[in-house]
Nanobody
Framework: QVQLVESGGGLVQAGGSLRLSCAAS????????MGWFFQAPGKERDFVAA????????DYADSVKGRFTISRDNAKNTVNLQMSSLKFEDTAIYYC????????????????WGQGTQVTVSS
């Protein structure tokens, strides 16, 4: 088990940038592939990005390719999501999650979740 806590959300204007961080507790962080998901009000939780155990491989939803970058630091037990060129439709609660396999884009493939951080993009 790994416990996850997201931070870095906030209010930003369209075209701006935000950097989300997810801090993990536990010694087994490097054994998990990590993912970011977002969930807008009234909508399902959708895949944003994933990164493998060592940070060598990444996967992105088509809607964020070229705008978002996922990275991890296993020495610090953190995974980050750098978001740029933000759009109004990026507004959602963002969650980080841990999975045993990579790549995985379905929420059901992730066993551990953080509480989420709100990102609001004003148009």
């Amino acid at each position: 088990q790994v416990q996850l806590v997201e931070s870095g959300g906030g209010l930003v204007q369209a075209g701006g940038s935000l950097r989300l961080s997810c801090a993990a507790s536990g010694r087994t962080f490097s054994s998990y592939a990590m993912g970011w998901f977002f969930q807008a009000p009234g909508k399902e939780r959708d895949f944003v990005a994933a990164i493998d155990w060592r940070g060598y491989s990444t996967d992105y939803a088509d809607s964020v390719k070229g705008r978002f970058t996922i990275s991890r630091d296993n020495a610090k037990n953190t995974v980050n999501l750098q978001m740029s060129s933000l759009k109004f439709e990026d507004t959602a609660i963002y969650y980080c999650a841990a999975a045993s396999y990579f790549p995985r884009t379905l929420p059901g493939s992730y066993a551990n979740w953080g509480q989420g951080t709100q990102v609001t993009v004003s148009s």
